[in-house]
């Protein structure tokens, strides 16, 4: 039986379906710059011309650059695409990382969600009993388990009373795909 990201996998850039109304979407892109030495506040005239004008720049890390985009768009996969595009456009060299928010932990659930800690906690350890199907199983475990904020939200949504922020489960399943889409080409540079 395909995992449930299989059908994200082969249906790249099909997206959602665009809208005539446009949402805030704000999502935050990372990327390594090719000489780890480099200070990225020299492409800061870069990003602004190439359209990253919606963006906060976090230039505090030598070789490195993370963008937070709030971004107005008919889709949250018309957000992060476009951002991508202006990204790669402006800084041709730098290497994508990652699109967020994708892998949470618990915390970063209930600050996205502006809830308490311990109220995400009881849905994740079953304490909240009110719920008929079981939290879901984390990407990663440990002393920190980390979950795709897709299958949180998702799971919040049929599960309790509680529904997630409009756009904000769009936005998550966007960042799942792209970070999956990435990660299966770092799989097929590494495999030659």
Request: with cysteine.
């Amino acid at each position: 039986m395909p995992g449930p990201y299989a059908e994200l996998l082969t249906t790249a850039d099909t997206g959602m379906k665009k809208t005539e109304t446009t949402e805030m979407y704000e999502f935050t892109l990372r990327f390594s710059l090719s000489n780890a030495d480099e200070d990225p506040s020299v492409h800061l005239d870069a990003l602004f011309e190439a359209g990253c004008d919606d963006a906060a720049v976090g230039v505090g890390k030598r070789g490195a650059v993370a963008l937070a985009f709030a971004r107005e768009a008919g889709s949250a996969e018309e957000a992060v695409r476009s951002a991508l595009r202006q990204v790669r456009e402006a800084l041709p060299h730098a290497c994508f990382i990652e699109v967020s928010p994708d892998l949470v932990n618990l915390a970063d659930v209930a600050d996205l969600l502006g809830c308490s800690r311990q109220n995400i906690r009881k849905y994740a350890s079953g304490e909240i009993k009110t719920v008929t199907a079981p939290f879901p199983e984390p990407i990663l475990g440990g002393a920190t388990s980390y979950w795709r904020l897709y299958d949180v939200l998702s799971w919040l949504g049929k599960h309790t009373p509680w529904r997630p922020p409009s756009g904000m489960t769009e936005l998550s399943l966007v960042a799942a795909r792209i970070n999956l889409e990435h990660q299966l080409d770092q799989l097929k540079v590494a495999s030659g």
